[in-house]
């Protein structure tokens, strides 16, 4: 009885130690997050604050319409256009405004935009109208 039994044990054993040898017919695709800190959770929600990508275009002409409004109070904004990362604005100064205050609007304009939409860069051009 005690040698069936320790013949079966070792048939056992041998017959597992085979199947661990075997080669795996199946493979595993495992995705993995990106390494952004948190998990991978800025790429499963896109529109948390923690992303670079939150604010709608909509959003970015409001701030950016605001902040020119409140630099500028006597320039009036003819046109915002958002094309990829630059933004075109466009402005009129009052009329009979001299050239080299024009270009000081033109780069206060760029300046108060690269600080209050930080991800697009700004292509200011301003008349005198």
């Known amino acids: ?12 054993l041998a017959l597992s130690g085979l199947a661990a040898c075997q080669q795996q017919k199946f493979s595993k695709n495992s995705a993995t997050h990106t390494r952004d800190g948190i998990l ?3 790429e499963t929600n896109p529109n948390m604050p923690l992303s670079a990508s ?5 959003d970015d002409v409001r701030v950016m319409q605001n902040a020119i409004g ?3 109070p006597n320039v009036s904004i003819t046109s915002i256009s958002l094309n990829g ?3 075109y604005v466009r402005l009129n100064a009052p009329a009979h405004t001299p050239p080299e ?4 609007i033109r780069q206060g304009a ?3 935009l690269a600080f209050a939409a930080p991800r697009y860069n700004a292509n200011v051009t301003v008349t005198a109208k």
């Open 40 to 42: 991978g959770i800025t």
């Open 101 to 104: 205050e024009i270009e000081r």
């Open 85 to 87: 990362p630059t933004a």
């Open 70 to 72: 409140q630099r500028f």
């Open 110 to 112: 760029s300046e108060v």
């Open 54 to 58: 939150f604010r709608t275009y909509p």
């Open 1 to 12: 009885m005690l040698r069936s039994l320790a013949v079966l044990l070792s048939a056992a």
